[in-house]
């Protein structure tokens, strides 16, 4: 069965490719910025094609866009001008007429700034995760400080090491070394939730304290992180970030998606009324099949719909 | 010889499977020594919520590895775990002195409980690195290991962000089943 892919891929394709741009006068390119949906369908055809392009000035270009992402360099201006001048490059080498298929280049243009801007949240990310949380870092004190007033704003905290960092779902009484192999990108993640979704994230750390379905908040939120990663890595998210915005994603997207993650983690928690949290692996590999599966939709939208209800 | 006969042939002879029992305070290691033993990257590391559990080969014995969550709330399910128990690996944070009494008293309970009588014990003094961290030798004293009497044991000073001394630690556990 590979082998038949690959035999597909490598001289198939080409033929059919051939014959498809002859009859309809469109090059693979234009074919899918005109008949795919915007979003993650599109988005991902164009990176797939742009992947298997044998031209050498597609293959420059292509190159020289992830290293200006992978350096996070992909931003402002300079994000314009490399869009610009990957359209460009692709009419060039595709013969497109600028005059005829304006179109064109809005939805291809779009999907570069999609395809890169993708990446570069990766190495945006990446770096987050490798800052090891430094307890003698203000910045990174002060934001552990936010996150217990944002999730606890009517109890004050004793001091810096104390036994009620426990009481939000972390291991100890300091929760520097809960962090781990998450680093800063955990905590952000954390403190986006409970600042940019203050009622679901309190509503979500009530359930944490749920007499027989009970979990550690933190604990499990750093865990999360580490499949948010994951997906973002392994580019299953791409169907939730091209779906989300039409130009880059950024950090605060992730956050989002984060928040979406950790929302609905909850839920199927509760649902599958564990017995203790020593089903914790068993449930989150079963909810990471689940993510996997609604991601293989191009057309998935996931959003936090929040409804307080009781139990 | 048909196929069939020869693949029977190599299932007959299965290797021994062992049961190990990866227990210790939170944050001293346990996953990373999993994680090295089952030759996985250990750069995203997250606190175990609930347990991990990991087959490795290793010297003709199949180790299964139960690696199970060390903060306080887990703790008490660390007995459910017990039963059929081969070896208990016991990890340590060698530079964690302000835990140092709290780990004795857990290693305590654990020793004390029938469902692990007779169990060797393998103490994994981790985080060598650490410039504060206790040697393997000081560390023993500290847990009161040489008062051990009633089963064998080991301590053995590790990094396993390094993977120094974990190999050391799995020769002693193979060594003494076979002793058994």
């Keep these: 069965m590979y082998v038949f892919w690959w035999f597909f891929a490598y001289y198939l394709r080409p033929i059919v490719k051939w014959f498809l741009r002859k009859t309809t006068g469109l090059c693979e390119l234009q074919r899918i910025c005109y008949g795919k949906v915007q979003g993650a369908p599109r988005t991902k055809a164009v990176d797939y094609s742009l992947c298997m392009s044998k031209s050498p000035q597609i293959a420059q270009l292509i190159a020289h866009l992830n290293d200006v992402s992978d350096n996070q360099r992909f931003v402002g201006s300079n994000l314009k001008e490399l869009t610009n001048g990957a359209v460009n490059t692709v009419m060039l080498v595709k013969k497109i007429n600028p005059k005829i298929h304006f179109q064109f280049v809005i939805n291809f243009g779009q999907c570069v700034e999609q395809i890169w801007g993708y990446r570069q949240l990766l190495a945006e990310v990446e770096e987050l995760r490798k800052t090891v949380y430094d307890a003698d870092n203000f910045g990174h004190e002060r934001k552990l400080q936010d996150l217990w007033e944002k999730l606890m704003p009517h109890e004050r905290l004793e001091g810096r090491v104390t036994k009620q960092w426990q009481y939000i779902g972390f291991q100890g009484d300091d929760p520097k070394t809960d962090f781990r192999g998450m680093g800063l990108l955990g905590l952000e993640n954390l403190l986006a939730f409970a600042s940019d979704y203050q009622d679901a994230a309190t509503y979500v750390l009530s359930h944490s304290h749920h007499p027989h379905y009970g979990y550690a908040f933190a604990i499990v939120g750093i865990n999360l992180t580490s499949l948010a990663w994951t997906l973002l890595k392994q580019g299953d998210a791409k169907t939730y970030f091209f779906n989300m915005v039409k130009s880059a994603p950024s950090l605060k997207l992730f956050h989002q998606f984060y928040s979406y993650l950790f929302y609905e983690f909850d839920k199927y928690w509760i649902e599958c009324k564990p017995k203790d949290i020593m089903e914790f692996s068993t449930i989150k590999d079963n909810f990471e099949i689940n993510v996997r599966n609604a991601l293989q939709d191009p057309n998935a939208v996931f959003r936090i719909n929040f409804s307080v209800d009781t139990i | ?180």
Excluded at chain 2, 52 to 60: D, P
Excluded at chain 2, 69 to 95: A, C, H, M
Aim: proline share 4%; glycine share 6%; charged share 30%.
């Design chain 2, 1 to 180: 010889m048909g196929l069939l006969s020869l693949l029977r042939k190599l299932r007959a002879a299965p290797e021994r499977e062992l049961r190990l029992l990866l227990l210790g305070l939170d944050n001293a290691g346990k996953t990373t020594i999993l994680k090295t033993l089952a030759s996985e990257d250990i750069n995203h590391i997250t606190p175990t919520a609930g347990f991990n559990i990991k087959s490795v080969i290793s010297e003709g014995f199949k180790l299964n590895v139960w690696d199970i969550g060390g903060q306080r709330k887990i703790r008490p399910y660390w007995k459910n775990y017990f039963e059929n128990t081969d070896v208990l690996i016991y990890v340590v944070d060698s530079s964690d002195k302000k835990r140092l009494e709290e780990t004795g008293i857990e290693l305590y309970e654990l020793l004390t409980d029938d469902k692990l009588q007779d169990v060797p014990l393998l103490v994994y003094a981790n985080k060598q690195d650490l410039p504060e961290a206790l040697t393997a030798a000081d560390l023993a004293q500290a847990l009161g290991l040489p008062s051990i009497k009633d089963r064998p044991w080991q301590i053995q000073a590790c990094t396993a962000v390094r993977g120094d001394g974990v190999r050391e630690g799995m020769e002693w556990v193979c060594k003494s089943i076979k002793k058994k």
